[in-house]
């Protein structure tokens, strides 16, 4: 079975400035996905990024960019350059196959003025 | 433009009442599942569905079925609502077979009082 760990509850982030959110995953299948969600606080969530176990490089969306380290099983995503609007809660998710996705718990992001 | 829709974004019902929570997809999308997300728990899998009238538990099923007699559509069921299934209910689709992410709709929040 899939399982994905999300260890910050929390995070404070000063506006303009880097951030990153761990997430790290235990699957014994050699070929998954991993995704990042974003849930503002209006409860939809939106895909961010995605990640594909034979992928070489690392995804980049954007201002955000996932940092995966494969034999770490983690699978990090970075918001660069804050904004007030990227305060929110964030999952990471994995599946493999045709399994259901596997969430986290998730981090609620909170950017500073 | 993709779309998942809930029928309803905020519920309230009484103790002992039969809820249902209806979702549709127009993206013709072999897979459905129903989430539910309580705050420090992230989402866990109640149902999915891989193909029209096949359903498969997920990780908490109890007090809960579910229904899919057309493609588009994948309904949640509560028998006998019960205090305890107060939370949010997101219902998701994706593609059958691949690693790319699932859709989401817009939640529904349920309060059984």
């Known amino acids: 079975a899939q399982k994905i760990t999300q260890t910050q509850p929390g995070m404070f982030v000063q506006e303009k400035e880097a951030v990153t959110l761990d997430c790290t995953y235990d699957t014994s299948d050699p070929s998954y996905g991993l995704f990042w969600y974003k849930q503002p606080s209006s409860g939809e969530m939106i895909f961010l990024i995605y990640?594909?176990?034979?992928?070489?490089q690392n995804a980049t969306e954007g201002r955000y960019s996932l940092n995966f380290q494969k034999a770490r099983k983690s699978a990090n995503l970075v918001i660069s350059a804050s904004q007030l609007g990227d305060s929110a809660m964030y999952f990471c998710a994995s599946h493999s196959g045709n399994t259901p996705l596997v969430f986290g718990k998730g981090t609620r992001l909170s950017v500073i003025a | 433009d993709v779309k998942v829709t809930q029928s309803s974004r905020y519920l309230v019902k009484r103790t002992g009442e039969k809820v249902f929570l209806e979702c549709v997809q127009d993206?013709?999308?072999?897979?459905m599942f129903w989430y539910r997300q309580d705050p420090g728990l992230g989402l866990r899998l109640i149902y999915f569905s891989y193909d029209v009238k096949m359903k498969e538990k997920g990780d908490i099923p109890e007090g809960y079925s579910v229904s899919r007699e057309k493609k588009e559509r994948f309904s949640l069921i509560l028998e006998s609502a019960s205090t305890n299934q107060t939370s949010m209910y997101l219902c998701?689709?994706?593609?059958?077979?691949?690693?790319?992410?699932?859709?989401f709709g817009q939640g529904t929040r349920l309060t059984v009082v």
């Open positions: 990640q594909g176990s034979y992928d070489q």
């Open positions: 993206m013709d999308h072999e897979n």
């Open positions: 998701a689709s994706s593609l059958a077979g691949s690693l790319a992410e699932a859709f």
